[in-house]
Structures are given as structure tokens and as C-alpha cells.
């Protein structure tokens, strides 16, 4: 066995390599599961959205009809004469295929959802139905630094890009380690251990010949032991005899390596300026989404706020021209562009209600509130 002395930290700086390794991993991960809550707080509100839109269109609809009803009862009382109806045929035409249009994109839009959750059965797939009002955020009180270097604290990303830079650091030393001298020691232990049968005296002797005398002839014998064959001998016992162990200290210093150590240190030292430049550059898109976002909600409430002033204006207009309308004083032509004026102001009001909605929500999830509608 051997054990490090001294490698220059190498191993202390590995494990703690490993472990920051494995935080930028799961910052990634939790970055990425923000996004796809974004992504699924935008799904949600397009079905809201397009669900409301929907809703509009129907609503209008009954009410090209109503009007046309009522029209034809008045062409029929003599008090309208049968063309003042084919605009209104043309107008009930033109919402109807509305209709369609608004169900069609419903229906994409729950696809949409139910394919980011993985949802396959996209027939049954809905969402529950809520009132959605335009919320107050405290969040456009605050400036866009403000909302910046709040982000800076707690934002998945930044703290990934923080810690891959920790890690380019820590690459630096250990690219730096192998520069310096290194020291280890050792231990061996060994033993010689037999398996193989053996001989054994058996405790009887018998008289052998060796030689004779020159001068006498007379034999000379000696005593043998005789012997047999036994097992060999029990490990426990082996194990005490002829043992064998080895151990020291080695050191090694590094003198020429075709300059691949000092090369490594540059590589390393370059690597970590990349890492700590993507940082900022990290920053900086972090800082220019956040100035992009807070205009974005800010005028998005600019845009919703005149939306609905211009459907209260084009809402009094169209009862004024109802009225008139039924009166006989205005023309169906000029009372139908009116009524798609009032439409067009309503659909615009809903656009810019949900647009405001999922702004605000991006400018909350760069200031840190919890995503929730």
C-alpha cells in the first residue's frame, strides 16, 4: 500500500473540484426549471387569452345577429328596405369565420401546454377556468438597478456562472501542483506460503552404509532416520515464517516534462479569463434583460391603460350609432365600420391586458416573487 505525503493539494483541490462541479450542476438544473415555469405561466395565459378572445368573438356575434333580426322584423314593417341587411349578413359572415379562427387558436394554444408538460391526451386537456384581473405590482415602484442587483443575489444563472469560475480557479492550482515536488511512502508485506506435500521423520532409524575401513575392509554404517510423506504445513503457521516487508518514502521532482506542465498552467490561466469574461457577459445580458423587461411592462401598461380608453370611446360611439341605426338616420355601411371599430378596440383591450400580464410576471421572476397568476 501507499499513501500521499504531499502532491501540492492535488487531492484536496480534486474533491473540493468535484463538489463544485456538482453545484454548478444543479444551478443549471434549477435554471432551467425557471424557464420552463416561465414557459408555462406564458402557455397558461395564451390559453386565457385566446379563451377570452374567443369568448369576445361569440359574444359579438350574437349580437351581428340580434341586430339583423332586428333588421329584417323593420324591412318587413317597411321601415328598411332589404339591402340595409346584406351588410349586416356580411358583417355575421366575417365573425363567424372570427369564430373559427379564435377556437383554432384555443385550441393550438392548450397543444402547446399540454406538449410542455407532457401531456399526450390533447383532447381532454384543459385548464381551470379563473377570472384573471390585471394585477398592482409593488415591483414597478422599484428602479431597474434596483431590480439588477437584487437579481444578482439569488438568480440560478449568475450563481452558475459565479461557480464556474470557482472552478476555472481551482483548475489553476492544480495545474500549478504539478510544478512542485511530490512525496509518498510506502509499505509491503510478504510471505512465502506452500502448498506442496512434505517429508517428515517418522522417528524409526536404520542402518545404511557409508564406506569401509581400507586397512580392515570392515563396513562403516550410520543411522538414517526414515521418513515419510505429510501435508503441508497450516497457513496460520506459515504465516509467521519468512515474512518479508518493505517500506520508505519516495520523492519525486519533476525537471523536464517537455514543458507540458508550464503549459498546462497557461492553458489553465487562460481558460479561467474566458470563464470570468462569460461572467460578466453573464451579467450584462442579465442587467439588459432587466431594462428590456422593466420597459416592456411599463409600456405595456401604458398600451393597456389607452386600450381601454379607446373601447370606452369606441363603446359610446357604437351605442350612439346603434341607436341611430335603429332610428333609420345611419346607414347600415357606416354603422357596420363603426361596429368593427368597437370590435377591433375590444380585441385590442384583451391583447393588451395579457400582454401587460405576462410582462409584469418576467419583470417578478427577475425580481424574485414567486411565479403564480
Known sequence: M??????GKQNFNQLHRANLALLARQYQLADISEDVSLLVANGFLQI???????LVQKAQLEVSKAELNQTQALIEGGLRIPGDAYELEATIATQEQAVVQAENSLRLAKINLAQLLLITDYENFDIEIIDLDVPFSQVMNE???????????FRNDIKLAVTNVEIAETDVKLSKANLQP??????????????????AGTG???EVPIGFVRSTGEVVNTRVEQREVIGPQAVA???????????????NIPIFNGFLAKNNVKKSKLNLERTKNAMTQQQLDLETNINQAYNDAKGAFIFYE??????RSREVAYNDAQKRFEAGVLNPFNFSQLKQ???????????????????LKVLEFFFGAPLTL
Do not use: C, M
Open 48 to 54: 386565457l387569452f385566446n379563451r377570452e378572445v374567443l
Open 237 to 251: 503457521d506459515q504465516l509467521g515464517q519468512n515474512d518479508g516487508h518493505n517500506f520508505g518514502i519516495a520523492l
Open 143 to 153: 428602479t431597474p438597478r434596483a431590480i439588477y442587483e437584487k437579481a444578482l443575489t
Open 306 to 311: 389607452a386600450a381601454k380608453k379607446t373601447t
Open 204 to 206: 524409526e532409524f536404520s
Open 341 to 359: 371599430r368597437y370590435e377591433a378596440a375590444v380585441s385590442d383591450e384583451v391583447r393588451a391586458k395579457y400582454d401587460y400580464i405576462f410582462k
Open 2 to 7: 501507499g499513501v500521499d505525503v504531499y502532491r
Open 182 to 199: 511530490s512525496i509518498s511512502a510506502f509499505y509491503g508485506y510478504s510471505t512465502r506460503l506452500s502448498y506442496a506435500d512434505r517429508l
